[in-house]
Structures are given as C-alpha cells and as structure tokens.
Nanobody, 121 residues
Framework: QVQLVESGGGLVQPGGSLRLSCAASGNIFIIYDMGWYRQAPGKQRELVAT???????NYADSVKGRFTISRDNAKNTVYLQMNSLKPEDTAVYYC???????????????WGQGTQVTVSS
C-alpha cells in the first residue's frame, strides 16, 4: 500500500539548479530515515544524501556543499535541492525510505521508480 513518487528531474545546464521531491503515501504510521541515491550509466547505485526523523543528515563527498536534503514530516515528503550542478551529476535519482506501518512498526524499505537528471550544455 505504501508508494514513493519522485518528481522534479529534468535537463539543466552546468551550474544550474534543480529541486527533487519524493512524496510517500499509503498506510503510513511513521517514516524513519529517508534518502536519495543515484545511478549513472555503467556505474553502481550510490548514496547521495540521507536524513533521519530527528533531522540529522549526511552527504556523499561528491555533493557536499552543493546539495541539501530536507523533509516535511507533515507532508511525508523529502526534498533534494541541487545547486551548482555538474555533468557528472547526470544520473537517475531514486528515493528510498524506511516506513513503519501498523502491520510492521519497525518498518519496510521502499524505493521510488526514479527521476532522470541530465546536466549538459
């Protein structure tokens, strides 16, 4: 019943900005940690940023200082503000969340379908 839907991807020139959103819906009791991963052609999926329910964050070294992760608990939504984008940021970006349901309070892991980000001049 739980679903994650990403939005906000697109084509942008180097140095530009995008904001990704991931909204969770369904039979949600509580959302624990949420995060963003990305996968470029020919590469493995990698962690971009995570945020826990208390607000603590961590970032991959490659995006630190350029990307900011945040969440709106009332809307069950996590965001990724992406500034100073580089061609090497081009990838499919996936939302991931551990979400507790009435059936399993400790939570299941859920993945979104991904949104394409392309940085090119």
């Amino acid at each position: 019943q739980v679903q994650l839907v990403e939005s906000g991807g697109g084509l942008v020139q180097p140095g530009g900005s995008l904001r990704l959103s991931c909204a969770a819906s369904g039979n949600i009791f509580i959302i624990y940690d949420m995060g963003w991963y990305r996968q470029a052609p020919g590469k493995q999926r990698e962690l971009v940023a995570t945020i826990i329910s208390g607000g603590s964050t961590n970032y991959a070294d490659s995006v630190k200082g350029r990307f900011t992760i945040s969440r709106d608990n009332a809307k069950n939504t996590v965001y990724l503000q992406m500034n100073s984008l580089k061609p090497e940021d081009t990838a499919v970006y996936y939302c991931k969340a551990r979400i507790g349901t009435p059936q399993l309070m400790a939570g299941y892991i859920y993945w979104g379908q991904g949104t394409q980000v392309t940085v090119s001049s």
